[in-house]
C-alpha cells in the first residue's frame, strides 16, 4: 500500500489529501501538522476550514485511509511520498523584505524530512515556491550521507479557496514537474498514477521542474493581472459614462479573452496573488530583469490603488468627513465562501477607515474570529448579524460578495440607518436600482452613482 504524508494541515494540505483520500482508497493518507489545535479540528467535525463540501469529503475517508497526526518524525519515516505544504509567507525582514518568500519553515522541513528518512522517499513541493526551491530542497536533502535517494518533484496546487472541492475533483490540469532522469520520470509516473484515479490522462501535464515551479507563479501572476487591468478600467468608468459591467461583457465574449475574472473589485486578496508577484518579481531582480518585475510590480500598484481609491470616495461622498459615522463593512473574507482574510481588502479598507477615525462595524458570516485576529484593534465592532450591524450606520461598505447579502431586506435596514444613508459596493453585488429606490445613495464600482443628494 502506498504511503502518502502530507506535511502542513492548511488551505492547501488539509483538502488536497482529503480529495486524493476518497479518490484513492488503496493509498493510505497521512497529514501532519505541528500545531496541535489545527489537527484536532481536522479530526472534529468543526473543521479549521471553512470550505463548501469539505467535512463531506473528510468524513468518507477519515479512519479508513485518512489520518490527522502531529506525529511529524513518524510520519516521515512511514512514507514513500510526502508532500510539503507548509507556509511560505512574504519575509518580512532582511533581504527581500516585502518580496522575497519566508522560507524558514519550508526549510525546517526539508531538514526533518532528512533526519526522518531510512527509506527511498518522493518529496513533492505542493506550496508555491519561488522558482529553483526544489534545487535548495534536493541540497540539503543530499547532504546526508547518501543512503537515502530523494526524488524532489514540483506539483503546485491550483485550486481556489471557496470551490476548494470542485476544483480539486474535477481539476483544468495537473502539472507534475520532475527531472529528466530515469528516477525523475519514475516518480513523476508514480505521482501520476494516483492522480489518474480520477483525472483523465490527458489533463496530467509533465514538465521539467523548473517550469512547474514558474508555471504556477505565472498562473497566479495573470490571473491577478487580469483583475488589475479590469480595475484600472473601472476607474476610467467612473470619471466617464462608461459601465464597467458592459466592457467587461463586451470585451469577455471575444474568444480570445475569455470571460472569467473580469469582475471589478474593490480589489483582489488571499494568500496567493501577491505573494507570487512579489515572488516573480524578486527573481526578476535577482536575475537583473528590472524592467520585467517593473511590469509584475504594477499588477500589485494597481491592486492596493484600488483600495485606495474605494476609500478616497467613501469619503468625499460622505461630505468629507467620516470621523465618528458608523460604517458597516459587509464581508472581511477576501472573497465569498471561505473564513479566509489573508490580504483581503477588508483588512486594508478597515485600517484606512480607522485612520481617518470613523466607527467600524464588521459583520461576515465565516471570517470574524480571522478579523479580529488581524485587525487586533478594540475600535471595531463585531457582529455575526448583518442587521444589527447596519443599525444605526451611515454607511455600508460591501466588501466580499457574499451571496446571503443580495437577500437581505434592504428597507429594513435603509430604516434603521442614519440619513441619508449610503452604500459603496466594492463587489458590484447588490441590485442598485433597487437601492436607490428605498432611498439609498449608492457608489458601485466602475459605474455612476445613483445618488438623492444634490
Ligand atoms: C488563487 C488562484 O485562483 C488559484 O488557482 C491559486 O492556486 C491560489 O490563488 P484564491 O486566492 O483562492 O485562488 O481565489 P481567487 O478565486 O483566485 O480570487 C482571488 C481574489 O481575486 C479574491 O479576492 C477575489 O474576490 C478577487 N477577484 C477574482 C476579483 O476581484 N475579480 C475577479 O473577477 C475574480
Ligand atoms: P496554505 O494556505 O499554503 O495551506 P496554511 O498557513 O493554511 O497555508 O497552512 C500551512 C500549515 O503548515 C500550518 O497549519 C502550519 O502550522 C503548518 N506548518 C508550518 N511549519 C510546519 C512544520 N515544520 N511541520 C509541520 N507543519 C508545519
Redesign the pocket.
Known amino acids: 500500500m502506498t504511503k502518502i504524508l502530507c ?8 483538502p488536497t489529501m482529503a480529495v486524493i483520500a476518497q479518490n484513492c482508497p488503496d493509498v493510505q493518507v497521512t497529514v ?4 496541535p489545535d ?1 489537527i484536532a479540528a481536522w479530526k472534529s467535525d468543526t473543521l ?2 471553512y470550505e463548501p463540501g469539505l467535512l463531506e469529503v473528510v468524513q468518507s475517508s477519515r479512519g479508513r485511509n485518512l489520518i490527522f497526526s502531529t506525529e ?1 518524525d513518524q510520519g516521515i519515516a512511514d512514507a514513500d511520498i510526502i508532500f510539503v ?5 512574504t519575509k518580512t525582514f532582511g533581504r527581500g523584505a516585502g518580496c522575497a518568500a519566508d522560507l524558514q ?2 526549510e ?2 526539508a531538514r ?1 524530512i532528512l533526519e526522518n528518512s531510512t527509506s527511498d522517499k518522493i518529496v513533492v513541493e ?3 515556491l519561488p522558482v529553483r526551491t526544489a534545487r535548495a530542497m534536493e541540497r540539503i536533502l543530499h547532504s546526508g550521507d547518501g543512503n537515502v535517494h530523494f526524488e524532489v518533484l514540483s506539483n503546485p ?1 491550483f485550486l481556489a ?1 471557496g470551490t476548494a472541492i470542485t476544483d480539486l475533483m474535477d481539476p483544468d490540469r495537473i502539472l507534475i514537474g520532475g527531472h529528466e532522469t530515469e528516477t525523475g520520470q519514475a516518480a513523476i509516473e508514480k505521482l501520476a498514477s494516483i492522480y489518474a484515479q480520477w483525472v483523465p490522462p490527458e489533463k496530467i501535464l509533465t514538465t521539467n521542474v523548473w517550469s512547474s515551479e514558474l508555471s504556477k507563479l505565472t498562473a497566479n501572476a495573470f490571473l491577478a493581472q487580469r483583475i488589475s487591468s479590469i480595475n484600472s478600467i473601472a476607474s476610467v468608468c467612473e470619471a466617464t459614462e462608461a459601465n464597467v459591467d458592459e466592457v467587461s461583457r463586451a470585451i469577455g465574449m471575444d474568444s480570445r479573452i475569455g470571460a472569467k475574472f473580469l469582475r471589478a473589485s474593490v480589489g483582489f486578496g488571499g ?2 496573488f501577491k505573494k507570487d508577484i512579489l515572488n516573480l518579481v524578486y527573481l526578476c531582480e535577482t536575475y537583473g530583469l528590472d524592467e520585467v518585475a517593473d511590469y509584475w510590480r504594477q499588477v500589485v500598484a494597481m491592486n492596493s490603488y484600488q483600495g485606495e481609491r474605494f476609500v478616497n470616495r467613501m469619503i468625499s461622498a460622505m461630505f468629507n468627513t467620516i470621523v465618528g459615522k458608523r460604517i458597516t463593512l459587509f464581508g472581511f473574507a477576501f472573497k465569498a465562501d471561505t473564513g ?1 482574510t ?1 490580504e483581503s481588502p477588508a483588512l486594508t479598507v478597515s485600517r484606512q477607515l480607522l485612520a481617518e477615525r470613523a466607527d467600524v462595524v464588521i459583520t461576515d458570516p465565516q471570517a470574524l474570529v480571522n478579523a479580529a485576529k488581524d485587525l487586533n484593534e478594540d475600535a471595531v465592532t463585531y457582529e455575526q448579524d448583518p442587521y444589527e450591524a447596519a443599525k444605526g450606520a451611515h454607511a455600508i461598505a460591501v466588501m466580499t460578495e457574499w451571496q446571503q447579502y443580495r437577500d437581505l431586506d434592504f428597507v429594513r435596514i435603509h430604516d434603521s440607518m442614519v440619513k441619508p444613508a449610503f452604500i459603496f459596493d466594492g463587489r458590484n453585488l447588490l441590485n442598485h436600482k433597487e437601492l436607490h429606490e428605498i432611498g439609498f445613495n449608492v457608489y458601485p464600482i466602475g459605474k455612476a452613482a445613483l445618488t438623492h443628494l444634490e
Open positions: 506535511i502542513g494541515a492548511g488551505y492547501v494540505g488539509g501532519v501538522d505541528i500545531n489545527r479549521p476550514i511529524v505544504s507548509v507556509n511560505t509567507p519553515y519550508w525546517k522541513t526533518q505542493k506550496s508555491t496546487e479557496e494568500s496567493c479566509d489573508r
